[in-house]
C-alpha cells in the first residue's frame, strides 16, 4: 500500500447545510468513520455498511462534494491498483448563533 503524508489545517466549510445534511444519513457517517483509520475501496465500504453498492457510491460522492471524504489510489504488492476513499477531517465544530450557523473542519491534505 501506498503511504500518503499529510499536513492538517483548519478551514471554514463553503457550505455547512450540505455536511449537516450528508451527516444526518447513517450510511454516510459509518463510511466516514471507517475511511478515518486509512484509506479503503467501495468494495470495503459497501461490506461494512451492509447497503447496496449503489447506495454506498451515492454517499461517498455526498461526502466528496462536502469536502469530508477524498479520493486516492492505493496499490497492492502485485502492483495493480484500485481507487479508495479517505476521510478528509479529524474534526468538526458546528456553531450556532444570531448570524447562523458555522462548520470549521480540521483537514488532512495531501
Same mark, same amino acid.
Given at each position: 500500500?501506498?503511504?500518503?503524508? !499529510?499536513?492538517?489545517? #483548519?478551514?471554514?466549510?463553503? +457550505?455547512? %447545510? ?6 444526518? *444519513?447513517?450510511?454516510?457517517? !459509518?463510511?466516514? #468513520? ?5 484509506? &479503503?475501496? %467501495?468494495?470495503?465500504?459497501? &461490506? ?6 449503489? !447506495? ?33 477531517? *479529524? ?7 444570531? +448570524?447562523?450557523?458555522? #462548520? #470549521?473542519?480540521?483537514?488532512?491534505? *495531501?
Amino acid at each position: 500500500m501506498a503511504t500518503n503524508a !499529510t499536513t492538517s489545517s #483548519v478551514e471554514p466549510s463553503p +457550505d455547512p %447545510a450540505v455536511q449537516l445534511d450528508v451527516l444526518g *444519513d447513517e450510511c454516510a457517517r !459509518t463510511i466516514l #468513520v471507517s475511511t478515518s483509520d486509512g484509506p &479503503k475501496t %467501495a468494495r470495503e465500504l459497501t &461490506k461494512r455498511t451492509s447497503r447496496s453498492s449503489a !447506495t454506498v457510491y451515492r454517499r461517498i460522492n455526498n461526502l466528496i462534494d462536502a469536502g469530508l471524504l477524498g479520493e486516492c489510489v492505493r496499490f497492492d504488492e502485485g502492483g495493480s491498483h484500485t481507487t479508495a476513499y479517505e476521510a478528509r477531517i *479529524d474534526r468538526l465544530e458546528i456553531t450556532v448563533d444570531a +448570524d447562523g450557523i458555522e #462548520v #470549521v473542519r480540521s483537514l488532512e491534505d *495531501d
